[in-house]
């Protein structure tokens, strides 16, 4: 994959890895378990691919998902590559190690992040004691 001097999209990820592997939009979709017309959409960025797409996705290029998703926002494949494989894990030991009202702020901010377009952060099956 060639460095980019902007972030790419998923959709562009998504192209690009499927090119270098000289594989049709059909023989991806096949790969991951979905259809053609979705790595399509995918693809043209009409829509992103929802968590168990994303997956198989990842698996069909022999990627983890942090890897792609790194990929997708600009980061050059070795680097990528480098990130923890325990990154859920280390999150998780530190969100547990924080207090209520701080595990509501990194809520909040990670929603920030996670959805960018929405006006305020869900807190849907999250309060603080």
Known sequence: M????????????IKTLRDEKGWTQEELGWRAGTSAANISRIE????????EVLQALAA??????HELLALAEG????????LPEKLE???LENFR??????????LQVSEAFV???RKEPSEEGYSPQ
């Open 2 to 13: 060639q460095s980019h001097t902007r972030p790419m999209h998923m959709g562009e990820t």
């Open 44 to 51: 043209t960025g009409k829509h992103g691919p929802g968590p």
């Open 60 to 65: 069909a290029f022999d990627l983890k998902i």
């Open 75 to 82: 980061e050059p494949r070795h680097l990528a590559s480098r």
């Open 89 to 91: 894990a280390l999150l």
């Open 97 to 106: 190690a924080l207090s209520e009202e701080r595990k509501l702020l990194l």
């Open 115 to 117: 959805h960018p377009l």
